[in-house]
């Protein structure tokens, strides 16, 4: 690899690391990711290279961009496969994506959550110091607010969070590396967390691949537009919110993957623990989607109203005022962008990476 800042992506090949390779490819960062492929495919790492490729073609990328992507297969629990490779690349920060994601299933696994999320986390720092790394960004999430008690969420918001062991694994996790910063000052984390990434690259080549029925909104949606799915489920229609149902801050995912471009940035050179909220300060409703896609797609979407999902809140955005003052980030792109990036990813790929 060249003379580049190299940073090292795990579960770089999943959804937001795979869009947030292509933002630090473009940007002149040497990429090595390390993913085990367990909720990922490979297939994802090869359209980033032809995504980059192009962009390369058009100016808008290093000539080398391509060649500094590598990809190691394996799990950051293999401290010895780890280990090789800080031995075998000079790794100047870590994105930390890779941890198991799913809510419901976290409640219903949760050894398996602590264990994949937590010693991952802490395999993967003791890694790093030893190799004199001590840069990370870590994948935070919303989800630490909780309940919240009143809106826009800034980052000084009462930390709360949710019922299941994913929600506490990334509480835990953002203590777990403020600690670390306490104990030797070199250190240098920042905490971003995100409110709900949706969209996809506007190539429609990469997106969200969620295994069997999807849990969220969105990859959902997607799949009743493509006829996957019969109908949007909408989880309550009795929120004390303008029209009744639950209302999230939406972001693009490319834009969340210029944020990480934005936080490296920052953090070159300096020591801290930083928390930001990625955002876009703008709550859209669960029918604000509906809508939203059915313009995107250019049909109308058939929904039913259903109870209440447990551990749901009524609403939740973001303030994201100190991405802007402290990155220089903020959001571009809007929902209506947002619906048309996820189906041209959903209509061009309907079995997402399965041939
Ligand atoms: C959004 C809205 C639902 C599905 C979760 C995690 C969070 C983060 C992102 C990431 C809510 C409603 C949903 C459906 C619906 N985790 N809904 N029908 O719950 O805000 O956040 O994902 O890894 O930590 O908690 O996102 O997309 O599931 O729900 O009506 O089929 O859509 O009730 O109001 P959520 P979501």
Request: one cysteine or more.
């Amino acid at each position: 690899m060249s003379e580049k800042k190299n940073i090292l992506v795990t579960g770089g090949a999943g959804f937001i690391g795979s869009h947030t390779c292509i933002e630090l490819l473009e940007a002149g960062y040497g990429v090595v990711v390390v993913d085990d492929l367990s909720n990922s495919s490979e297939v994802a790492l090869d359209r980033v290279r032809s995504i980059v490729a192009d962009s390369v073609a058009a100016g808008k990328a290093p000539a080398d961009a391509v060649d500094d992507l590598k990809f190691y297969e394996l799990n950051i629990l293999d401290r010895d496969a780890l280990s090789a490779v800080f031995d075998e690349n000079k790794i100047d920060a870590v994105i930390h994506f890779a941890g198991y994601k799913a809510v419901g299933e976290s409640v219903e696994k949760p050894l398996e959550y602590y264990h994949n999320n937590l010693t991952g986390t802490f395999v993967l720092c003791d890694v790093m110091r030893e190799h004199g790394c001590k840069s990370i960004v870590f994948s935070s999430s919303a989800t630490v607010y909780g309940e919240p008690e009143s809106v826009p969420l800034s980052e000084s918001a009462e930390k709360k969070p949710a019922t299941n062991p994913y929600g506490w694994t990334k509480w835990m996790i953002e203590q777990i590396l403020t600690d670390l910063h306490t104990s030797d000052p070199e250190w240098d984390v920042v905490l971003l967390r995100y409110f709900n990434p949706i969209g996809a690259h506007e190539s429609g080549l990469i997106g969200e691949d969620p295994k069997g029925i999807p849990n969220n909104l969105v990859p959902y949606v997607a799949q009743v537009a493509v006829g996957k799915l019969a109908a949007v489920r909408v989880f309550g229609d009795d929120y004390p919110t303008p029209d009744g149902t639950g209302v999230r801050d939406y972001i693009h995912v490319v834009d969340l993957a210029r944020g990480h471009v934005a936080a490296l940035k920052w953090m070159a050179g300096k020591t801290g623990v930083e928390v930001v909220n990625l955002g876009t300060g703008k709550g859209s409703s669960v029918l604000d989607v509906v809508h939203a896609f059915e313009r995107a797609c250019g049909k109308e979407l058939p929904y039913e109203i259903q109870p209440r999902r447990a551990g749901d809140i009524a609403t939740n955005y973001a303030d994201p005022a100190k991405a802007k003052s402290l990155l220089g980030w903020e959001a571009e792109y809007d929902l209506d962008r947002m619906c048309e990036d996820s189906w041209r990813w959903q209509s061009n790929n309907p079995n997402g990476y399965a041939e």
